[in-house]
């Protein structure tokens, strides 16, 4: 999911709306926008993309100098508009709304917890919990009971909470979920990639570090801390795969580190082809920088219809299977007869590598040699990206040879782990780490609230 907020513009509601369409690869089922005029909050939401959900809103109807915005991709609960966000709660001591990006691991605990005292909830989404859990630390909505909340979840979360006259801004303990602070002019922004501060001209201020809870008024920023300073561990596949390439996730362009994923895949795994292909578009930042090292050209030997979205989010394989035959063609002129390595960032249940591989044979291309930019993923993500189970997880069921003769190629390898360190961890600082427990198994947050323990240089 992508999250967006702004504080002390005139135009709010309708510059969330170009920072939630810069954040559209981040979530494609929903999209909504609360605004405030300090007095009342106004909600507009709805399931699909953000042009298509904003087409009809009258944006003089969400009036104020502020809004948070959210675009949804589902990993806990179902796609319905109820589940969309952000959710808009009305008390009579005031209302709140709640943006999140993320994914609460206690949330079913909570919830149960929460039930059986009485609450109901309207959602499925676990977002909901963190509401109930601030109204029952006390009436008002503050710093003081929004940080009593935080310390009862567990899991990885950025989220924006709105009421009438003040914004709050948190990110976990370990600072799992990427969350930076602009400025435009003297308005505040909040968003989960640096491309949307691009989008309207705000210019970059810092990270939310891990632990902090920020709070924006008219009085302007402050902050403070809920949890304890811990080794940040930044979602190693927002460097894969998720972010654009435009962004820049703690600190490091998106771009740049795909690159060097490609350079250290290219040292790791050379080859002996006559070119190098990116399956569009998330790998072609990598099969460049493997280019680069290998000295072997880059070629654009699949092409990639634009107006298709992007496959994974499809619900089903059949579907996925469909929608990647849509998406990618291969350039038969280039690919023909000749040795290929096709590039990828990743692969999780080997639709797209198996489609590609099969799409560039039959173009008539000699050989293909797989190299994947990252880390084989063979553990679900508790954190917020859909990897689902384990069972689709092909790295999860085969082994190297197996996985090569699923998908066709005539050679794999993937990159390290130490070699995708490198790539997107420019100093072993506190604030530097990375999250890969997808490709490792080394969660960082247990659902126990358990961390684990790390010794930095
Ligand atoms: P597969 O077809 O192996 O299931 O999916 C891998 C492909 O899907 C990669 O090319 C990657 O760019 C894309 N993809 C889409 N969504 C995701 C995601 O959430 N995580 C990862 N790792 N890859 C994804
Ligand atoms: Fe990101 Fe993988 Fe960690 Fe999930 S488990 S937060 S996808 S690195
Ligand atoms: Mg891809």
Sequence with gaps: ????????????????????????????????????????????????????????????????KVAVGHVRYSTQGGKVIENVQPLLFRAQAGSMALAHNGNIMNAHKLRGELEEEGSIFQTSSDTEVLAHLIKR???????????????????????????????????????????????????????????????????????????????????????????????????????????????????????????RMGIELAKEAPTEADMVIGVPDSSISAAIGYAEQSGLPYEMGIIKNRYVGRTFIQPSQELRELGVKMKL????????????????????????????????????????????????????????IDMSTRKELIAANYTLEGICEQIGADSIAYLSEAGLEKAIVKDKTLNQGICTACMTGKYPVKEDGQKEVVFTS
Excluded at 19 to 29: I, K, T, V, W
Excluded at 151 to 180: C, H, Q, T, W
Excluded at 214 to 220: K, N, P, V
């Design 137 to 259: 630390s006390g009436n008002e909505i503050s710093e003081k009971t929004i940080a009593n909340a935080l310390n009862k979840v567990v899991g990885a979360y950025a989220y924006i909470i709105l009421k009438e006259d003040k914004m709050f801004v948190a990110l976990d303990p370990s600072g799992i979920r990427p969350l930076s602070i602009g400025k435009l002019g003297e308005a505040y922004v909040v968003a989960s990639e640096t491309c949307a501060f691009d989008q309207i001209g705000a210019t970059f201020e810092r990270e939310v570090l891990p632990g902090e809870l920020i709070t924006i008024s008219d009085e302007g920023l402050s902050s403070t801390r809920f949890a304890m300073r811990e080794q940040r561990k930044m979602c190693a596949m927002e460097y894969v795969y998720l972010s654009r390439p435009d962004s820049d996730v703690n600190l490091v362009n998106i771009h740049a580190s795909r690159k």
């Design 1 to 64: 999911c992508g999250v967006f907020g702004i504080w002390g513009h005139e135009k709010a509601a309708e510059l969330t709306y170009y920072g939630l369409h810069s954040m559209q690869h981040r979530g494609q089922e929903g999209a909504g926008i609360v605004s405030s005029d300090g007095v009342e909050l106004k909600p507009y939401k709805g399931l699909g993309l953000v042009n298509d959900v904003f087409k009809h809103a009258d944006f003089d109807e969400l009036s104020g």
């Design 329 to 384: 063609s291969p350039v038969r002129g280039i690919v023909e007869g000749k040795r290929i390595v096709m590039i990828d960032d990743s692969i999780v249940r080997g639709t797209t590598s198996r489609r590609i591989v099969q799409m560039l044979k039959k173009a008539g291309a000699k050989e293909v040699h797989v190299r994947i930019a990252s880390p084989s993923i063979q553990h679900p993500c508790y954190y917020g």
